[in-house]
């Protein structure tokens, strides 16, 4: 069974950076795709980012596009997300998720099993 554990998160100033990762264990990771979601208060979980199982494909949301990128190490089964230039707007939980049925990048949360337990990022203004 898979297991995700997020690390990374925290305090931010506008305009800053942040790196989060996301370690699996206990599955074949190199086979399915990989996406990063966010839940601010008050909020329906939302999309942010995904990956192909090859690395080779990743989507974004409008929201974020052309500030955060994903990317993963098959080989070290692991899947990132690098943050930039970050708004107060991207404060909220961010999760890592796999969607282990298909190859990926899939952008909807129904489309994904396994789930870590996320991590807090905030940005202040």
């Known amino acids: 069974q898979v297991q995700l554990v997020e690390s990374g998160g925290g305090l931010v100033q506008t305009g800053g950076s942040l790196n989060l990762s996301c370690a699996a264990s206990?599955?074949?990771?190199?086979?399915?795709?990989m996406g990063w979601f966010r839940q601010a208060p008050g909020k329906e979980r939302e999309f942010v980012a995904a990956i192909i199982w090859t690395g080779g494909i990743q989507r974004y949301s409008d929201s974020v596009k052309g500030r955060f990128i994903i990317s993963r190490d098959n080989a070290k089964n692991m899947v990132y997300l690098r943050m930039y230039n970050l708004k107060p707007e991207d404060t909220a939980v961010y999760y890592c998720a796999a969607d282990t049925t298909t190859v990926g990048p899939r952008t909807t949360v129904d489309a994904y099993d396994t789930w870590g337990q996320g991590t807090q990022v905030t940005v202040s203004s």
């Open positions: 206990g599955g074949t990771f190199s086979n399915y795709g």
